[in-house]
Protein backbone atom coordinates (compact mmCIF):
# COMPACT_ATOMS: atom_id res chain seq x y z
CA UNK A 1 0.00 0.00 0.00
CA UNK A 2 1.32 3.50 -0.92
CA UNK A 3 1.50 6.16 1.78
CA UNK A 4 1.92 9.91 0.77
CA UNK A 5 3.42 12.25 3.24
CA UNK A 6 2.75 15.81 2.58
CA UNK A 7 4.91 19.07 4.00
CA UNK A 8 3.58 19.56 7.39
CA UNK A 9 0.66 22.29 7.32
CA UNK A 10 2.23 24.80 9.45
CA UNK A 11 6.01 24.81 7.88
CA UNK A 12 3.47 26.01 4.32
CA UNK A 13 1.23 27.84 6.13
CA UNK A 14 4.27 29.81 8.16
CA UNK A 15 6.54 30.31 4.95
CA UNK A 16 3.06 31.48 2.89
CA UNK A 17 1.79 33.60 5.48
CA UNK A 18 5.62 35.45 5.95
CA UNK A 19 5.98 35.86 2.22
CA UNK A 20 2.24 37.25 2.38
CA UNK A 21 3.47 39.35 5.18
CA UNK A 22 6.59 40.67 3.80
CA UNK A 23 5.84 41.35 -0.14
CA UNK A 24 1.61 42.37 -0.04
CA UNK A 25 2.66 46.09 0.56
CA UNK A 26 4.96 46.27 -2.71
CA UNK A 27 2.54 46.99 -4.93
CA UNK A 28 0.44 49.72 -3.32
CA UNK A 29 3.72 50.98 -2.27
CA UNK A 30 4.96 51.27 -5.83
CA UNK A 31 5.37 54.29 -8.26
CA UNK A 32 2.64 54.20 -11.07
CA UNK A 33 4.53 52.66 -13.69
CA UNK A 34 5.48 49.71 -11.73
CA UNK A 35 2.62 48.79 -10.13
CA UNK A 36 1.65 46.18 -12.58
CA UNK A 37 4.86 44.20 -13.09
CA UNK A 38 5.30 44.34 -9.23
CA UNK A 39 1.71 42.82 -8.89
CA UNK A 40 2.67 40.39 -11.58
CA UNK A 41 6.19 39.18 -9.67
CA UNK A 42 3.81 39.23 -5.94
CA UNK A 43 1.66 36.46 -7.81
CA UNK A 44 4.90 34.75 -9.30
CA UNK A 45 6.08 35.13 -5.76
CA UNK A 46 3.29 33.40 -4.15
CA UNK A 47 2.82 30.75 -6.75
CA UNK A 48 7.03 29.67 -6.14
CA UNK A 49 6.39 29.71 -2.20
CA UNK A 50 3.46 27.74 -2.63
CA UNK A 51 5.37 25.14 -5.26
CA UNK A 52 8.56 24.72 -3.29
CA UNK A 53 6.14 23.88 -0.37
CA UNK A 54 4.52 21.21 -2.08
CA UNK A 55 7.28 18.21 -1.91
CA UNK A 56 5.65 15.05 -0.34
CA UNK A 57 7.48 11.48 0.93
CA UNK A 58 5.68 8.23 -0.86
CA UNK A 59 6.34 5.14 1.03
CA UNK A 60 5.21 1.03 -0.21
CA UNK A 61 6.55 -2.07 0.61
CA UNK A 62 9.24 -1.85 -1.39
CA UNK A 63 11.31 1.59 -1.15
CA UNK A 64 10.38 4.78 0.35
CA UNK A 65 10.69 8.15 -2.25
CA UNK A 66 11.08 11.85 -1.77
CA UNK A 67 9.48 13.95 -4.55
CA UNK A 68 9.99 17.44 -4.96
CA UNK A 69 8.23 19.89 -7.27
CA UNK A 70 9.58 21.00 -10.44
CA UNK A 71 10.77 24.48 -9.25
CA UNK A 72 12.34 22.73 -6.54
CA UNK A 73 14.19 20.73 -8.90
CA UNK A 74 14.91 23.84 -10.60
CA UNK A 75 16.48 25.35 -7.60
CA UNK A 76 18.65 22.46 -6.68
CA UNK A 77 16.30 19.62 -4.65
CA UNK A 78 16.72 16.12 -5.86
CA UNK A 79 13.71 13.57 -5.90
CA UNK A 80 15.54 10.04 -4.18
CA UNK A 81 14.61 6.63 -4.23
CA UNK A 82 15.64 3.87 -1.71
CA UNK A 83 14.59 0.39 -1.64
CA UNK A 84 14.04 -0.37 2.33
CA UNK A 85 16.37 -3.29 2.10
CA UNK A 86 19.91 -0.73 0.92
CA UNK A 87 18.86 1.22 3.72
CA UNK A 88 21.99 0.51 6.90
CA UNK A 89 21.42 2.68 9.65
CA UNK A 90 19.89 6.00 10.56
CA UNK A 91 22.64 8.84 11.50
CA UNK A 92 22.04 11.78 13.48
CA UNK A 93 24.16 15.37 12.61
CA UNK A 94 23.38 18.23 15.19
CA UNK A 95 22.65 21.57 13.77
CA UNK A 96 23.87 25.02 14.18
CA UNK A 97 20.83 26.23 16.35
CA UNK A 98 20.86 22.58 18.40
CA UNK A 99 18.50 20.45 17.23
CA UNK A 100 19.73 17.38 14.91
CA UNK A 101 18.96 16.33 11.26
CA UNK A 102 18.78 12.67 10.30
CA UNK A 103 20.02 10.58 7.33
CA UNK A 104 19.54 7.28 5.87
CA UNK A 105 22.94 5.67 5.44
CA UNK A 106 22.85 3.20 2.88
CA UNK A 107 25.08 0.60 2.32
CA UNK A 108 26.41 2.33 -1.33
CA UNK A 109 27.74 4.88 1.14
CA UNK A 110 24.83 7.56 0.40
CA UNK A 111 22.97 9.56 2.61
CA UNK A 112 20.01 10.49 2.19
CA UNK A 113 17.86 13.16 4.61
CA UNK A 114 15.30 12.07 6.64
CA UNK A 115 12.16 14.19 5.66
CA UNK A 116 11.64 15.80 9.03
CA UNK A 117 8.72 18.50 8.15
CA UNK A 118 6.03 16.31 6.97
CA UNK A 119 2.27 15.59 8.03
CA UNK A 120 1.75 11.91 10.35
CA UNK A 121 5.73 12.00 11.10
CA UNK A 122 5.17 9.48 13.91
CA UNK A 123 3.48 7.47 11.16
CA UNK A 124 6.41 7.77 8.46
CA UNK A 125 8.51 6.59 11.26
CA UNK A 126 6.85 3.33 12.43
CA UNK A 127 6.70 2.50 9.07
CA UNK A 128 10.47 3.15 8.58
CA UNK A 129 11.02 0.79 11.63
CA UNK A 130 8.85 -1.56 10.27
CA UNK A 131 10.91 -2.19 7.13
CA UNK A 132 14.36 -1.52 8.39
CA UNK A 133 14.38 -2.77 11.99
CA UNK A 134 16.21 0.58 12.71
CA UNK A 135 15.17 1.66 16.05
CA UNK A 136 13.82 5.82 15.18
CA UNK A 137 12.90 6.14 19.35
CA UNK A 138 15.18 9.23 19.11
CA UNK A 139 14.12 11.16 15.80
CA UNK A 140 11.86 13.62 15.82
CA UNK A 141 10.63 16.84 14.00
CA UNK A 142 13.57 19.33 13.28
CA UNK A 143 12.03 22.03 15.50
CA UNK A 144 9.19 21.85 17.70
CA UNK A 145 5.75 22.73 15.94
CA UNK A 146 5.08 25.93 18.36
CA UNK A 147 8.05 27.82 16.33
CA UNK A 148 6.07 27.13 13.26
CA UNK A 149 2.59 28.18 14.64
CA UNK A 150 4.32 31.34 16.26
CA UNK A 151 5.73 32.33 12.92
CA UNK A 152 2.42 31.86 11.00
CA UNK A 153 0.79 34.39 14.07
CA UNK A 154 3.33 36.62 13.58
CA UNK A 155 3.05 36.89 9.87
CA UNK A 156 -0.93 37.36 10.44
CA UNK A 157 -0.20 40.24 12.58
CA UNK A 158 1.87 41.55 10.18
CA UNK A 159 -0.88 40.89 7.16
CA UNK A 160 -3.11 42.71 9.97
CA UNK A 161 -1.27 45.44 10.42
CA UNK A 162 -0.60 46.17 7.01
CA UNK A 163 -4.07 46.39 6.12
CA UNK A 164 -5.10 48.45 9.14
CA UNK A 165 -2.19 51.10 8.25
CA UNK A 166 -3.57 50.98 4.31
CA UNK A 167 -7.24 51.51 5.33
CA UNK A 168 -6.66 54.40 7.62
Same mark, same amino acid.
Given at each position: ????? *????????????????????????????? *???????????????????????????????????????????????????????? *????????? *?????????????????????????????????????????????????????????????????????
Amino acid at each position: MIEKF *KTLFFVKSSLISLYLALTIPLPFISIEKL *KIPSIIIFTLGLYFINNITSDYVETCSNKISYKSSFISKFLGKKNWEISWKDIKSI *KSLPTSQGS *KVYYFNTFQGDNFLVPQRVENFEKLLLIVCSNTGIAIKEISHISPLWTYKLLTLISVFMIIGELFAFLN
